[in-house]
């Protein structure tokens, strides 16, 4: 089977040029890589196309970050491009994943992922495991994620973290933060419950601050490594309509902006980008501007 990246020429993430085997590069900060697969979908798919509409619409995106005092670009950013995965067995595009992110993780301590579906962070964590061994998790959705199954399949977008629990990845933090909506079933929530993880729903902030939260959320963590997941649909479909499961009564984009930026000065050795899907963008690009510049205050904390 050919595992070779497969190596984008039409789009850049801002400034940042894409990885080069020929290139002896001394050091890699972060990388960026897409991970253009959807077929984790339970509902509308069209993430496999969010890789390449997030780079284009990062392209006004400026060198200086007023808010955080950052100039992110400073640091060396590699766009490592997409893999390229299997799109009709999932057991198969995960170990693809799980292969080419173990490559790129003996070149960059770093990385962000631009998806796809959630079903991304499960190989992902497989990778991250390898080399750092348990981290903490911190998942923005407005779902769960951990169910043992879906439809059948073990491997889905809506079963990457009990994935990630089952093989023992992830450490005592597990943080769920923005759930809402509607489940299968109240024995969800107390499965969850078991798994070990914490939840913070949306509507946590209507009685609490953003900053309580997230200093709770800190102090927990401390010094462990952490990986962030960030569901494009734990923000409101007015703010991010392009997305495969959408869910009403989400976080504004600032305020979303806000937490991400609340969490700097943690050791985030990992992200994710999941969900958008840019055909349900009603032709605006809103989504992926905003994945874009989520994209962009991760690299400017990590």
């Given at each position: 089977m050919n595992m070779k990246l497969r190596y984008a020429n039409n789009f850049s993430f801002a400034k940042v040029p894409f990885y080069d085997e020929k290139i002896n590069y001394e050091k890699i900060d972060i990388g960026i890589?897409?991970?253009?697969f959807d077929s984790g979908c339970s509902y509308r798919s069209g993430s496999r196309f969010a890789p390449s509409s997030i780079r284009t619409n990062s392209c006004i995106l400026r060198e200086y970050n007023i808010k955080m005092d950052v100039y992110p670009f400073k640091k060396n950013i590699i766009d490592f491009a997409d893999i390229n995965v299997a799109p009709f067995n999932n057991v198969e595009a995960v170990e693809i994943m799980e292969v080419e992110l173990d490559n790129i993780l003996k070149k960059?301590?770093?990385?962000?992922i631009l998806g796809g579906d959630h079903t991304i962070s499960?190989?992902?964590l497989k990778a991250i495991n390898k080399k750092f061994g348990k981290v903490s998790i911190i998942h923005f959705d407005s779902h769960l994620d951990t169910f043992d199954d879906h439809f059948g399949s073990k491997i889905t977008h809506g079963t990457p973290f009990k994935r990630s629990v089952d093989e023992n990845l992830l450490n005592e933090n597990k943080f769920h933060i923005g759930l809402r909506g509607s489940t299968y079933s109240k024995e969800d929530l107390i499965n969850d419950k078991n798994l070990g993880f914490h939840i913070y729903p949306c509507d946590y902030i209507d009685n609490h601050s953003i900053s309580s939260m997230i200093n709770e959320i800190k102090e927990k963590i401390g010094d462990t490594k952490v990986y962030i997941s960030i569901d494009i649909d734990v923000i409101d479909p007015a703010y991010a309509p392009g997305t495969g499961t959408p869910e009403v009564g989400g976080f504004s984009s600032r305020e979303f902006i806000n937490i991400l930026r609340m969490l700097k000065g943690l050791d985030i050795v990992g992200a994710d980008i999941v969900e958008v899907?840019?055909?349900?963008d009603n032709n605006a690009n809103i989504t992926s501007l905003l994945a874009a510049s989520l994209c962009y205050e991760l690299l400017c904390i990590i």
């Open positions: 890589i897409g991970i253009p960059t301590d770093k990385y962000i499960y190989p992902s899907s840019p055909s349900y």
